[in-house]
């Protein structure tokens, strides 16, 4: 039941993304996919919860390498896309 | 405590849900990206707060160091830069989810058979992803050549992997069948699935590229999905099931703009020597080069352009020169508009990232279909280091590699101006009939310095 009801709750979200997805315009693919990337860094919630209650040397180890991969992923993730949506404007302005 | 948990990361979902749903238009897509990383950081915060973690000096120390790095990453890439480094974030996802399953398999090496699958897959799917876009990364920055690398028997080789990673697989649930132990076949898991990510992205050649980045964006989010499985976590399953189906998408358009299917970007290694190379029909011919001063008069009486970028601008770092151009055109009357091809470039809407960077608004950044019905009308299209997306071969020559993929119809516009630096082939490595029209006429030199120079003319005058 356990398992089933896992995969209602992917079946959903996959039909909730296609249908949002689509609606993105290609000019916006570029940010679309690091952000969705920056997304997928949702991992790190696994990280944490296998870094912080890892005992013996190999899963700390392991642990902490899957925290600070997720987190590149996450930081980086956002700010590059918040970095390149801010160059996306409507009306020209003059260069700083 | 875990009823308030999961109302959190309720709410996480519903921020990353909103955050994607504002990224359907460009006034708002930076307040949806905002949303999504508030979302992030609740679901950090909360998950942090629950008492079964115990050892925060590690956590501390990885968040620190990949917290640094990020942020380092991001100031300092340059636009130009932006395939590889999605490439490589795309990679980070994937190994962080192989990690994550690997530390769960070591802390609960015997625990039921659903979660050993879905902690298996998600093993098989993060290694696949990370040494593929490790390779994506190689190609893109040049460090790999972007030809194909092919060689006898590689398809083979790939499918004897594949099968070898399957028969692990159902060992890792029957264990007694073999006498091999888990932590071992777990431990050949990675390296297999690493190897198959280097085998299944070398062949793919360069042009190819925005699918292959795709293909990974959508697999590093069905690692965490994986993962989100393997810890019966559904914000996890939500999140990755929300990316894999935005790079499934992404993947889609990308092969419809190239007229072909994903099993053929995938396994055909277009472009590579030993494939249809051969000189097209139409392409004896004169070419008939131009000077700058030429090509700025008729720039200056044109009524109308259309500028078609490639990757041959973002090679040039041409996209602010491109637009000084664009910004003189304007004031001397032409209405001046940007046709950006699906696939050029290195990944999907690099073209956009690039002009925007350079100040050009995005309501003239028209798209292949929203363009080539006005193409007849336009007096002058500036064709910028695009080969394949402008070859008129796909539309004419039925024996043609690239016949029947959509391309945007420069030669129908009255001029045509080709800036290239060579009479090389694009990466598709065909021939292009289109420098050979009666109203084409090739620019040659380095894109940034061709542009340069005309736009310096605009200026003397």
Request: aromatic share 8%.
């Amino acid at each position: 039941m356990d398992a089933v009801y896992l995969f209602f709750v992917l079946i959903l979200s996959i039909f909730l993304g296609l249908e949002l997805i689509r609606k993105v315009p290609s000019t916006l693919h570029t940010p679309l996919m690091s952000g969705s990337n920056a997304i997928s860094g949702i991992t790190l919630v696994g990280a944490l919860t296998s870094a912080g209650s890892a005992d013996s040397r190999v899963t700390i180890v392991l642990g902490t390498l899957a925290v600070a991969f997720a987190t590149i992923n996450v930081v980086g993730g956002y700010l590059v896309t918040d970095r390149m949506l801010g160059m996306f404007k409507k009306k020209k302005e003059s260069d700083s | 405590m875990i009823f308030l948990i999961n109302s959190v990361y309720i709410v996480c979902s519903v921020l990353f849900i909103m955050g994607l749903k504002l990224m359907s238009s460009p006034a708002t897509a930076r307040r949806g990206n905002l949303l999504s990383a508030v979302g992030m950081f609740l679901a950090v915060i909360i998950t942090l707060l629950d008492r079964n973690i115990l050892s925060y000096q590690w956590i501390l120390i990885g968040i620190v160091l990949g917290a640094l790095i990020g942020v380092l990453a991001a100031r300092l890439v340059a636009m130009t830069d932006m395939p590889q480094m999605v490439a490589a974030f795309n990679g980070f996802g994937g190994i962080a989810s192989l990690l994550v399953a690997w530390v769960l398999f070591f802390k609960s090496p015997n625990t039921e058979s659903f979660t050993l699958t879905t902690l298996y897959l998600s093993v098989f799917i993060g290694g696949i992803t990370f040494t593929g876009s490790m390779v994506a990364f190689g190609k893109l920055d040049g460090k790999i050549t972007t030809k194909p690398v092919l060689f006898r028997g590689q398809q083979f080789v790939n499918s004897l992997i594949l099968l070898a990673l399957l028969c692990f697989g159902v060992l890792f649930l029957f264990p007694d069948l073999a006498g091999i132990s888990r932590s071992s076949l777990i431990l050949y898991a990675v390296i297999l699935s690493g190897i198959l990510g280097v085998m299944v992205v070398i062949p793919i050649g360069g042009a190819d590229m925005p699918v292959v980045i795709s293909l990974l964006n959508s697999y590093s989010g069905l690692a965490a999905c994986a993962a989100g499985f393997a810890i019966r976590n559904n914000l996890l399953i939500v999140s990755g099931a929300l990316v894999g189906a935005s790079g499934i998408i992404l993947t889609n358009i990308m092969c419809k703009a190239m007229n072909r299917s994903l099993t053929n970007v995938l396994f055909s290694g277009f472009g590579s020597a030993g494939g249809s190379v051969v000189a097209e029909e139409g392409d004896e011919g004169e070419i008939r080069p131009i000077n700058s001063e030429d090509a700025y008069l008729i720039l200056e009486a044109a009524s109308s352009v259309v500028i078609i970028p490639g990757y041959g601008m973002a090679v040039a770092q041409a996209q602010h020169v491109v637009r000084e151009l664009a910004d003189l055109l304007e004031q001397n009357g032409a209405e001046v508009n940007f046709a950006i091809h699906p696939v050029a470039g290195r990944m999907p809407g690099h073209m956009n990232v690039l002009l925007a960077e350079a100040n050009v608004s995005y309501d003239k950044m028209r798209e292949m279909d929203d363009i080539n019905p006005m193409m007849e009308t336009v007096d002058v299209a500036i064709v910028i280091g695009a080969n394949d997306v402008v070859n008129p071969a796909a539309r004419e020559v039925e024996n043609s590699p690239i016949y029947g993929m959509p391309i945007i119809s420069a030669d129908k516009a009255r001029t045509v101006f080709v800036l290239k630096r060579s009479m090389r082939t694009g990466f598709a490595g065909i021939g292009n009939p289109l420098f050979f029209k009666e109203n084409t006429r090739m620019l040659f030199g380095d894109a940034k310095a061709s542009i340069q120079a005309v736009v310096a003319q605009f200026k003397e005058s």
